[in-house]
């Protein structure tokens, strides 16, 4: 039997913030990604591991304006720190050991871009990148 992959015809949840506010409809592409960390100082424990790294929320998503929108709410708390985030890829609602969640807290980047190109199309949209910071590793949540 093959393993329950992610796939994305299913609705992944991400959720941002206490209490959370859900952005799924917004969200074109996420992924959490890692690398390198910068540091001035290595310390021998991070040495033995392979040295330091660094987790990100990256990804892009449509631009709008309204009060609810993912745009908006990147915009009104750029910078902000110790941002609760939860992203469910398999979209169910309560975390399983088939199925996890991954939780963790962030760093929301820069304001967003916000722009437009003109087109014939009405169903042609913008869209922006977003990348922020996760604080250490995310953690695998399989808890019911």
Known sequence: MGSTRIKGNRKPVLTLGAPGSEFSADVISW?????????????FEDAANG?????FLRGSAIQSTQTASFWRYVW?????????????????ATPSASEP????????????????????SA??????????????????????
Request: aromatic residues 6%; charged residues 20%; hydrophobic residues 30%.
């Open 31 to 43: 992924s959490i990604e890692n690398e390198e960390a910068d540091s001035d100082v290595i310390t």
């Open 51 to 55: 040295g330091s790294r660094q987790y």
């Open 76 to 92: 009104e708390n750029a910078g902000d720190t110790d941002v609760p985030f939860t992203i469910a890829p398999h979209g169910n």
């Open 101 to 120: 969640h991954l939780v963790g807290t962030l760093t929301i980047g820069p304001k967003p871009t916000i722009g437009a190109e003109a087109s014939t």
């Open 123 to 144: 169903s042609s949209a913008s869209t922006f990148d977003y990348e922020f910071q996760i604080d250490g590793i995310p953690v695998l949540d399989v808890a019911p």
